[in-house]
Structures are given as structure tokens and as C-alpha cells.
């Protein structure tokens, strides 16, 4: 069964920084799209980042360039998304999916499997 946990939310301070962590399990593929979401307080789930874990590409939306990182540990199955320069338009809850093949950097209705999520809260 495969399962996804986020880690790491919290409450911080305008330009302040956080990582978020996303553990996968019941998955043995090297090569996977790990893709993190934001969903901000009445908005539509949007994605902010993506990597590719056959060869750690990665992929961002053009609203969070220069702020966000995403990365890898050795293993394919924890992902960490780094968020500097935090904004109160970074509040939302993160989450973090996969799917087995690509474009990663797509529609949340293409990942097929989520995260129950971790919330970030931005206060000035």
C-alpha cells in the first residue's frame, strides 16, 4: 500500500524559511514524479514544485522561482521542499503526490496518489 507523509509545517515569521519533508512508502521504483501542492484557504490546489527521482530533475512554477527548492535524499522516496523568504501568500496546506511517469510539473487530478498534507502558516 502506498502511502505519503509531509512533515515539517509550522508557524513562522515573514521571511522566514522552512523544509518540509515527504516520505513515501510501499513504493520500490527508482524513477517517479514526487510533486509538492499548495492549497491556500479557499483557492484551488496549485503545484509549486516537482522532481523527477530517476535523475533528480526538477521543475517549478513560475510564481515560486528563486524561493522554493526542491530536492532528494539518496533514496527516491524522501523528498524535501525547501521554502525561503516566506510571504502570508505562502499560507496554505503542502502536499505532497506521485505519479510514475511525466510531465510532473501538471494538474493535481494527473497524481494519483497524496499526503493528508502539513500546514504552513506566514505571519507578519
Known amino acids: 500500500q502506498i502511502q505519503l507523509v509531509e512533515s515539517g509545517g509550522g508557524s513562522v515569521q515573514d521571511g522566514g524559511s522552512l523544509r518540509l519533508s515527504c516520505v513515501v512508502s510501499?513504493?520500490?521504483?527508482?524513477?517517479?514524479?514526487v510533486a509538492w501542492f499548495r492549497q491556500a484557504p479557499g483557492k484551488e490546489r496549485e503545484e509549486v514544485a516537482a522532481i523527477w527521482t530517476g535523475d533528480s530533475e526538477t521543475y517549478y512554477a513560475n510564481s515560486v522561482q528563486g524561493r522554493l527548492t526542491i530536492s532528494k535524499d539518496k533514496s527516491p522516496n524522501m523528498v524535501y521542499l525547501q521554502i525561503n523568504s516566506l510571504k502570508a501568500e505562502d499560507t496554505g496546506m503542502y502536499f505532497c503526490?506521485?505519479?510514475?511517469?511525466?510531465?510532473?510539473?501538471?494538474?493535481?487530478?494527473?497524481?494519483?496518489?497524496w499526503g493528508r498534507g502539513t500546514q504552513v502558516t506566514v505571519s507578519s
Open positions: 510501499g513504493d520500490r521504483s527508482s524513477s517517479k514524479c
Open positions: 503526490a506521485v505519479r510514475w511517469f511525466g510531465p510532473c510539473l501538471t494538474a493535481a487530478a494527473d497524481y494519483a496518489y
